[in-house]
DNA sequence: AGTCGGACTTAGCACCACCGCC
DNA sequence: GGCGGTGGTGCTAAGTCCGACT
């Protein structure tokens, strides 16, 4: 066991501690601007907005394809889905639903008492070992990692006849109590409770027992070593490896089943239910080529409305002006961006210019923009916006329902005899481009996207979705059982690229390739130690060819600071880098080990980050800067083909996004596992949002400052104020009380009631917990101004951490998981309490 | 070896309904 | 009861990565 010295710990990841004051500023500028905390009206006129499926019934026999198959018994939407872990003995369902009543507290109310802990700041780490990879023999520790255990799921059967529904609710699972559960580690490899199904698939294609071999980094069972620490969180290992596995876990594992079993057995049945089982059972025999469906049938897309002319004129020069329908549909998606922050880019209105004027024909009366008015339409599209408000709540009901009825057969897909949700069935309307960062091409018109365009995806046997519009028909029919799209259009804006139709993030078919992928990173866990002496080695070899050098530090960079691979961008996008593509000009060597980051990222984000770095790789970014101007490549050896390639050498799959994953997921893991302490449900949910923001900040997830926060936080601090001012006045009233005196006037002037000591000190204490709320109130919200925490959860955080926690200390998962986490997440639910990432 | 088409995941923001607070 | 604030949801842009083709 090597230790993970201490001095390689510094990474210093300002960004944790001091994102407010990083990013209020930075914020503003450095984030895209666009529309960024506006309220744009745009998409209203054209866009579909329509109530959200998930909230529906999905019962709904009206719909073609319901009445084809058997539906499942309809779910019960708003009993909460509980943890739970199936098991092996005959089941009784007591179908409480005794829903406890600290579960429907606000978050708000949650938080009490808690976080102010939240502030805390990120620790800065860094590890990379400095010893050799040696000892070649130990391959396939996954594999043998993921048979150790069978597969519960697999012993399901389907249900023959009926067809079984995904997604939308959840199925009416009874709330258990989960049982209290030491606060152990499990035995390292035994812990993969559900893997089986996870390791036959894409992953096994260079199946770690097969190929794994190459550049030596292998697996390797090191039974204490802290590679597999979060970058986080290394620097606290000391601290960690006091609480390391012991003998005791088997134990401990076997108690909580046996304590699980009454729950077991409900979810076993609630798993048929909602069969992720069965495709995840499927699958596997669908190996063959790359077969993602046997069946497949759905019923198309839908179409945004026809385009309504309201005949507002605009001004031109101050005289109305005379537009055609199609003239008019485009100044108005022009007219209605009037609030947004594009209409200050010159870029933006050029290009909109461009298009529109090519509409309008040369020889149109209006030539200029600069003389345009469009605020009739403004004005005009403002009070659409009102009297849709003003519309009663019956009213808005039946417009509700009416679309839900006419959208309702398209938003079922039938997958292997399976109902699943398709995620975005309605094509996009037509707009104006709203591409973020300085992207060249904002402002552009999209298009109106017509059934010619559309390319449908079905099984052969499959009827052809009727085209919906009168007429017109589709571009062309494929059955292609390899992809998993429904339909796709060519992206208006860049032809060469396409739009898709997917099914929905609660399918089998995206839950399985979900799971796979935190497998994969799992995998990541027991190479990386490896892969770390790999590139150390490797960056402290001068003599090294330069490409190896650069792949080293890049891989460094990556691992460490989740920074993305960076592929080569066109021109004809924003200008944005990751890891391969930095440039001299984002990095800057602060000596004696500095170095700064600063570049905008996917979606023009900000990043924005000094770390330490081992000597080796300041040195080695040094010399890779040296000699090149400002806006060259800093890794001019490299891109992101050969990167993987070379990550692939190291593990099967490996690519640079499997480090993103594995460190976002490891952090929550031990965060989770080493901060959880005794205490009510509310405290042990503020440490999983401080886990998860870690996480948030390695990962760089901002979200735009909300334009009321400032007045958020000011109202908060008169809140503080006054209920201080009403403190100071009770303690003097205690006083005179005690005294038999009658209390002082209030602030008001108003004389306050006569009342015991006691019953003020009780207000006391009321007032001094209302402070404290609103103290961390605005801890928190400060804190979190910038943050962005759904974006982990929903993509980087192996939810089968979050499950086996939440049964582990009682938490119910609907804490964490909303509900359409919890569809997304189905496959996940039954883990085993004491899973560790 | 490099390019490009293709498929799929990841991302932040707009909008709206709902809920708790005053 | 009204209103502000928030969480959930939908939307679609912008990434990653693979593999076929040249």
Same mark, same amino acid.
């Given at each position: 066991?090597?230790?993970?010295?201490?001095?390689?710990?510094?990474?210093?990841?300002?960004?944790?501690? $001091?994102?407010?004051?990083?990013?209020?500023?930075?914020?503003?500028?450095?984030?895209?601007?666009?529309?960024?905390?506006?309220? %744009?009206?745009?998409?209203?006129?054209?866009?579909?907005?329509?109530?959200? +499926?998930?909230?529906?019934? @999905?019962?709904?026999?009206?719909?073609?394809?319901?009445?084809?198959?058997?539906?499942?018994?309809?779910?019960?939407?708003?009993?909460?889905?509980?943890?739970?872990?199936?098991?092996?003995?005959?089941?009784?369902?007591?179908?409480?639903?005794?829903?406890?009543?600290?579960?429907?507290?606000?978050?708000?109310?949650?938080?009490?008492?808690?976080?102010?802990?939240?502030?805390?700041?990120?620790?800065?780490?860094?590890?990379?070992?400095?010893?050799?990879?040696?000892?070649?023999?130990?391959?396939? +520790?996954?594999?043998?990692?993921?048979?150790?255990?069978?597969?519960?799921?697999?012993?399901?059967?389907?249900?023959?006849?009926?067809?079984?529904?995904?997604?939308?609710?959840?199925?009416?699972?009874?709330?258990?109590?989960?049982?209290?559960?030491?606060?152990?580690?499990?035995?390292?490899?035994?812990?993969?409770?559900?893997?089986?199904?996870?390791?036959?698939?894409?992953?096994?294609?260079?199946?770690?027992?097969?190929?794994?071999? +190459?550049?030596?980094?292998?697996?390797?069972?090191?039974?204490?070593?802290?590679?597999?620490?979060?970058?986080?969180?290394?620097?606290?290992?000391?601290?960690?490896?006091?609480?390391?596995?012991?003998?005791?876990?088997?134990?401990?594992?076997?108690?909580?089943?046996?304590?699980?079993?009454?729950?077991?057995?409900?979810?076993?049945?609630?798993?048929?239910?909602?069969?992720?089982?069965?495709?995840?059972?499927?699958?596997?025999?669908?190996?063959?080529?790359?077969?993602?469906?046997?069946?497949?049938?759905?019923?198309?897309?839908?179409?945004? +409305?026809?385009?309504?002319?309201?005949?507002?004129?605009?001004?031109?020069?101050?005289?109305?002006?005379?537009?055609?329908?199609?003239?008019?549909?485009?100044?108005?998606?022009?007219?209605?961006?009037?609030?947004?922050?594009?209409?200050?880019?010159?870029?933006?209105?050029?290009?909109?210019?461009?298009?529109?004027?090519?509409?309008?024909?040369?020889?149109?009366?209006?030539?200029?923009?600069?003389?345009?008015?469009?605020?009739?339409?403004?004005?005009?599209?403002?009070?659409?916006?009102?009297?849709?408000?003003?519309?009663?709540?019956?009213?808005?009901?039946?417009?509700?329902?009416? $679309?839900?009825?006419?959208?309702?057969?398209?938003?079922?897909?039938?997958?292997?005899? %399976?109902?699943?949700?398709?995620?975005?069935?309605? %094509?996009?309307?037509?707009?104006?481009?709203?591409?973020?960062?300085?992207?060249?091409?904002?402002?552009?018109?999209?298009?109106? @996207?017509?059934?010619?365009?559309?390319?449908?995806?079905?099984?052969?046997?499959?009827?052809?979705?009727?085209?919906?519009?009168?007429?017109?028909?589709?571009?062309?029919?494929?059955?292609?059982?390899?992809?998993?799209?429904?339909?796709?259009?060519?992206?208006?804006?860049?032809?060469?690229?396409?739009?898709?139709?997917?099914?929905?993030?609660?399918?089998?078919?995206?839950?399985?390739?979900?799971?796979?992928?935190?497998?994969?990173?799992?995998?990541?866990?027991?190479?990386?130690?490896?892969?770390?002496?790999?590139?150390?080695?490797?960056?402290?070899?001068?003599?090294?060819?330069?490409?190896?050098?650069?792949?080293?530090?890049?891989?460094?960079?990556?691992?460490?600071?989740?920074?993305?691979?960076?592929?080569?961008?066109?021109?004809?996008?924003?200008?944005?880098?990751?890891?391969?593509?930095?440039?001299?000009?984002?990095?800057?060597? @602060?000596?004696?080990?500095?170095?700064?980051?600063?570049?905008?990222?996917?979606?023009?984000?900000?990043?924005?980050?000094?770390?330490? %770095?081992?000597?080796?790789?300041?040195?080695?970014?040094?010399?890779?800067?040296?000699?090149?101007?400002?806006?060259?490549?800093?890794?001019?050896?490299?891109?992101?083909?050969?990167?993987?390639?070379?990550?692939?050498?190291?593990?099967?799959?490996?690519?640079?996004?499997?480090?993103?994953?594995?460190?976002?997921?490891?952090?929550?893991?031990?965060?989770?596992?080493?901060?959880?302490?005794?205490?009510?449900?509310?405290?042990?949910?503020?440490?999983?949002?401080?886990?998860?923001?870690?996480?948030? @900040?390695?990962?760089?997830?901002?979200?735009?400052?909300?334009?009321?926060?400032?007045?958020?936080?000011?109202?908060?601090?008169?809140?503080?104020?006054?209920?201080?001012?009403?403190?100071?006045?009770?303690?003097?009233?205690?006083?005179?009380?005690?005294?038999?005196?009658?209390?002082?006037?209030?602030?008001?002037?108003?004389?306050?009631?006569?009342?015991?000591?006691?019953?003020?000190?009780?207000?006391?204490?009321?007032?001094?917990?209302?402070?404290?709320?609103?103290?961390?109130?605005?801890?928190?919200?400060?804190?979190?101004?910038?943050?962005?925490?759904?974006?982990?959860?929903?993509?980087?955080?192996?939810?089968?951490?979050?499950?086996?926690?939440?049964?582990?200390?009682?938490?119910?998962?609907?804490?964490?998981?909303?509900?359409?986490?919890?569809?997304?997440?189905?496959?996940?639910?039954?883990?085993?309490?004491?899973?560790?990432?």
């Amino acid at each position: 066991m090597d230790d993970m010295d201490d001095d390689d710990a510094p990474l210093v990841f300002r960004r944790g501690g $001091k994102s407010a004051s990083r990013q209020s500023q930075s914020n503003a500028e450095a984030k895209r601007t666009p529309s960024s905390s506006h309220n %744009v009206n745009g998409q209203s006129s054209n866009g579909q907005r329509k109530a959200s +499926p998930l909230r529906s019934p @999905i019962t709904n026999s009206k719909s073609p394809m319901s009445s084809e198959i058997k539906q499942m018994p309809k779910q019960n939407a708003s009993s909460a889905v509980r943890v739970e872990i199936k098991s092996v003995k005959s089941e009784k369902k007591s179908q409480v639903d005794d829903e406890d009543s600290e579960d429907d507290k606000p978050l708000s109310s949650r938080l009490k008492g808690a976080a102010n802990n939240v502030k805390k700041e990120v620790g800065g780490p860094s590890h990379v070992k400095k010893e050799d990879s040696d000892d070649d023999d130990d391959d396939l +520790p996954l594999a043998s990692r993921m048979s150790t255990k069978p597969n519960h799921l697999s012993e399901k059967k389907p249900l023959a006849s009926k067809l079984q529904q995904n997604g939308s609710s959840t199925s009416n699972t009874n709330k258990m109590k989960t049982p209290v559960v030491p606060n152990k580690r499990p035995m390292e490899k035994s812990n993969s409770s559900d893997q089986s199904s996870a390791k036959k698939q894409k992953l096994s294609v260079p199946s770690s027992t097969t190929k794994a071999k +190459p550049a030596a980094v292998k697996a390797e069972e090191k039974a204490d070593d802290d590679d597999d620490i979060p970058i986080s969180q290394r620097i606290k290992k000391a601290t960690v490896s006091a609480r390391k596995p012991s003998s005791a876990n088997t134990k401990a594992t076997k108690v909580v089943s046996s304590s699980f079993k009454k729950a077991n057995m409900k979810n076993t049945k609630q798993m048929k239910k909602s069969k992720f089982s069965k495709s995840t059972k499927v699958q596997p025999g669908s190996t063959d080529g790359q077969r993602k469906w046997t069946t497949l049938v759905h019923n198309g897309v839908i179409f945004p +409305p026809p385009y309504q002319p309201h005949g507002i004129k605009i001004l031109y020069k101050g005289k109305p002006i005379d537009l055609t329908p199609e003239q008019e549909e485009v100044a108005t998606m022009y007219a209605v961006m009037k609030d947004t922050d594009y209409m200050q880019k010159p870029k933006f209105l050029e290009n909109f210019w461009n298009d529109w004027r090519r509409i309008l024909g040369r020889n149109h009366v209006i030539q200029k923009l600069d003389d345009c008015d469009f605020t009739p339409i403004y004005e005009w599209h403002q009070q659409e916006k009102e009297k849709k408000k003003q519309m009663s709540t019956e009213e808005k009901k039946a417009i509700k329902e009416q $679309k839900m009825q006419q959208e309702e057969k398209y938003m079922w897909a039938i997958v292997d005899g %399976v109902k699943e949700k398709v995620g975005n069935f309605r %094509v996009e309307p037509p707009g104006l481009f709203r591409g973020r960062g300085e992207h060249p091409k904002m402002g552009k018109l999209k298009r109106r @996207i017509r059934p010619r365009d559309i390319t449908i995806n079905i099984g052969k046997d499959a009827p052809v979705p009727e085209c919906p519009i009168a007429g017109e028909s589709w571009k062309e029919i494929k059955h292609d059982s390899t992809v998993t799209w429904l339909a796709f259009w060519n992206d208006p804006i860049n032809p060469k690229e396409f739009k898709y139709v997917f099914l929905a993030a609660s399918s089998s078919l995206k839950g399985q390739s979900d799971k796979e992928k935190y497998e994969k990173a799992r995998m990541l866990k027991d190479y990386i130690h490896n892969i770390r002496a790999a590139y150390t080695k490797d960056f402290n070899n001068k003599d090294k060819d330069p490409t190896k050098r650069q792949i080293a530090v890049a891989t460094y960079l990556i691992d460490k600071l989740a920074l993305r691979a960076g592929n080569e961008k066109d021109e004809e996008e924003a200008d944005t880098v990751g890891c391969c593509t930095l440039k001299v000009s984002n990095v800057e060597c @602060i000596p004696p080990n500095m170095i700064k980051f600063d570049f905008l990222g996917k979606d023009s984000i900000r990043y924005e980050n000094t770390v330490e %770095v081992e000597l080796p790789v300041f040195k080695a970014i040094g010399q890779f800067q040296a000699g090149k101007g400002e806006n060259e490549l800093l890794f001019n050896a490299l891109d992101t083909s050969k990167l993987n390639a070379h990550l692939k050498e190291l593990m099967p799959g490996l690519t640079a996004k499997v480090f993103r994953t594995y460190n976002a997921s490891i952090t929550l893991d031990q965060q989770l596992y080493e901060e959880t302490e005794e205490g009510d449900v509310a405290e042990k949910v503020v440490v999983y949002q401080k886990a998860n923001k870690q996480v948030a @900040i390695i990962c760089n997830h901002q979200r735009t400052v909300s334009k009321t926060h400032d007045s958020q936080i000011l109202r908060l601090t008169e809140r503080i104020e006054t209920a201080k001012q009403e403190l100071k006045e009770l303690k003097i009233d205690l006083e005179r009380a005690k005294k038999g005196k009658p209390p002082l006037k209030g602030a008001d002037g108003k004389q306050k009631r006569n009342l015991s000591p006691e019953a003020i000190e009780k207000k006391i204490a009321s007032a001094n917990q209302k402070i404290e709320k609103y103290e961390m109130d605005m801890t928190t919200k400060e804190d979190l101004k910038t943050v962005a925490l759904g974006t982990s959860k929903i993509n980087y955080l192996d939810p089968r951490i979050t499950v086996a926690w939440c049964k582990r200390h009682e938490v119910p998962i609907e804490k964490i998981f909303n509900k359409s986490l919890l569809a997304k997440f189905a496959w996940a639910m039954d883990v085993d309490p004491e899973f560790r990432f």
